[in-house]
């Protein structure tokens, strides 16, 4: 008989995670991990249930029989265990604590180029607002974060509700200098090289369509840089020209695009909340909403600035 003791609740969580995306490397994403914390958690639980969990396919990882089982099992725990620390921490917040809203680098950044409008609607609402920016997905369900933006489809089950706020554009943009060498119509790179995104197993991603772009636009990766504020800084100063988000790029006048926002690389923004919100919660959901229906022709790349160069 399996020692109950034995089971981890880390090893658990991430045994989900496995189940839920399929692999290692997504799940370890989710987990704010690496794929191979993952993969000694799963074998750590593996080993103390004394049966696979998994069948190891090429591309993925497939539930066995008992995997199946324990998944089914699991997920409910985890809902407990979700509803418990909610109303925990519902009940040991203080009133005026500030609402946490975690987010990825790229809508962090619109947050904090937004940051007075988002502030006055927050006070208007009587409350305050902290923003985390991190890849990893912390647990709103957990109570790890109030709200949650994140770039994928909200999950379909569980005590989460939510919505999708926008959609985010992205193109190539070089430093103004470097256009003005670079000819007409801009589209032989070059002469001035590509700072790349951080290379990736998942396909198709930013970082494989922008070393195919570069390639086919005669140009080599340099360096990669995988935090989108770095390769902002990057580009102004001269390193190449890069992919960023247009709401970054447009608005720089030291900027230019290279390229119309492929409609391949939009991404939607989704906002995710507990069921059970309290009331300062909603506001400052309203507030994201808020700003970002006001910031939607600058999200999508609709608005370049006036006596921008026409892009190649």
Request: with cysteine.
């Amino acid at each position: 008989m399996v020692d109950p003791g034995a089971l981890g609740w880390d090893d658990l969580r991430t045994f989900l995670e496995v189940a839920r995306r399929g692999t290692l490397p997504e799940a370890g994403r989710v987990l704010g991990v690496s794929p191979a914390t993952a993969g000694r958690r799963v074998q750590r639980l593996e080993e103390a249930l004394g049966a696979p969990l998994f069948d190891r396919l090429p591309n993925r990882l497939a539930l066995t029989p008992l995997g199946q089982e324990l998944a089914e099992a699991g997920a409910a725990m985890q809902q407990g265990a979700a509803a418990v620390a909610q109303r925990a921490s519902l009940r040991m917040a203080p009133a005026d604590a500030p609402v946490r809203v975690t987010a990825t680098g790229s809508v962090s950044l619109f947050l904090a180029a937004n940051a007075r409008r988002l502030a006055e609607l927050a006070a208007a609402a009587g409350v305050a607002v902290s923003v985390t920016a991190t890849k990893a997905a912390l647990d709103v369900a957990g109570g790890e974060a109030d709200v949650a933006l994140r770039m994928r489809r909200l999950p379909e089950a569980g005590p989460l509700a939510g919505r999708r706020l926008g959609r985010v554009a992205f193109t190539v943009y070089v430093a103004r200098r470097l256009w003005d060498r670079m000819g007409q119509p801009g589209n032989d790179w070059g002469s001035v090289g590509v700072v790349g995104l951080t290379e990736t197993a998942w396909s198709p991603s930013q970082s494989q369509w922008l070393d195919e772009t570069a390639a086919a636009c005669g140009a080599s990766v340099r360096l990669r840089l995988g935090e989108v504020a770095m390769r902002h800084r990057a580009v102004r100063d001269g390193a190449g020209a890069s992919l960023l988000p247009c709401f970054l790029g447009d608005c720089d006048p030291a900027l230019v695009r290279l390229l119309p926002p492929p409609s391949h690389l939009i991404e939607d923004v989704y906002l995710l909340l507990h069921e059970r919100r309290s009331q300062g919660v909603r506001a400052v959901a309203d507030a994201l909403g808020q700003v970002f229906r006001e910031g939607a022709d600058v999200l999508g790349g609709f608005s370049p600035p006036p006596g921008a160069p026409a892009p190649g």
